[in-house]
């Protein structure tokens, strides 16, 4: 392109002023704000700017780019009143999908929260006496009649942000400035930022590391105990395994340990889960019962991963130590707003009644493959109407970062081919559609598996296929 032209483009540019006076943009500030429009305005200008500069091409195409310059202003806009946080199809069959914010909340407790956040509710609020009353009521009552006759000892609860927070909690208050017997076993990494040394770390309390990674008995915990000993601490491995030669205490010999030495156990559950997955057919998974059950003093896990609930963090335990949890001085850093206090109190009145379909997450764990391939085929035989290449093969589901992270579930899958189109494109476009589809590609090929998709989602994944296989 010659300078004379360049200089054409760039006097053909508007000024932001100018720009902002047009009747479509004017309209534009009215709606959203100046600011925005102004950004959005020197953004696009900002572009043009560049690629006049560093234009090689047809001057006559970068002059209509130029004519079009409030669309693009338009368009801009658009994307920045955009919400970021997004809806999405999870197509993968990982159903606590920590990237995908893990647990979805059932009707009932989308309700509940509306209800409790758009006036004013009772959070702090006891209504039998007019007075100042305390959140952790409205979960506790539930709390108590899920574990409250299990021990021989009185059980409370807490709740907190999430499991990360109620692991630092239990062992600031427990064990600060004195040491936390681990099995090197169990010194592990979660997602990437939670580390058990960490977080030790951060609490002041002092790790005192037993064992070795694979094998671990019972009288390395005592051998290290020592005046300054306050808690064995107990850590689920969560998405990692040990498996061959290895050796673990029971938790009832680490009890008993503690209780002769008078120490605290404390179980940092996690993954586990709060009904016993075995009735899916699983591997035995620990549950909350059953560390309680088992005399664990203080059992602390997540309110998404084990619950299916919202992100939230519980100490479960004895009395006497919850209600040091309670008045630890940072207790009100890490506390909870009412939003997720009605999430929380929804999924555990599902739990008190077992009505466990209530429960998005744990309707999908309990779907059958039979199920699920009934589905599948409905949705194939729609695809294959609109000329695209499906095949249903056997697969696998996930449970995911949560309730049993290792253990999977039988499933039925689609695997989609679209000509000329290779399998990483495919899953590109089709989490660049307007809702976002979430794919696994699997031996080459994209595969779709509709555990963790609704019902009502399956038109979003067939109108994504069609427009691609339409468009090409
Ligand atoms: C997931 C997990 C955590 C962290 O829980 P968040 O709810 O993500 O904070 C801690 N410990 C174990 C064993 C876990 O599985």
Redesign the pocket.
Known sequence: MSAASKSDLYRKLPSVDELLRRPELVEAVRREGHTLVADAARNVLERLRQKISAANGDPHAMAAEVSQVVQAVTVELEHSVAYSLRPVVNATGVILHTNLGRAPLAGAALDHMRTAAEGYSNLEFDLATGERGKRDVHASRLFQKLFGDLASRQVSTVVVN???AA?WLALNTLAARGEVIVSRGELVE??GS?RIPDVMAQSNAILREVGTTNRTRIADYEHAINENTRVLLR??R?NFQITGFTEQPALEELVDLAQRKNLIVIE?L??GAIFDLRSLGLTEESTVAASLRAGVDVVTY?GD?LLGGPQA?MLSGSTALIQRTRKNSLFRALRVDKLTYAALETALLAYVKGDYDAIPALRMMRASKEVIGRRAQALAERLRESGIDVELVDGESVIG?GAAPSSTLPTRLLTITLRGVSADDLQTRLRAGEMPVIARVQDGRVVIDLRTVFASEEDCIVQSLMKMAGGG
Do not use: L, P, R
Request: without cysteine; aromatic residues 6%; glycine residues 24%.
């Open positions: 999430n499991n990360a692991v979660i997602g939670f850590v689920h969560s940092d996690g993954s997540s991963k963090g970062g």
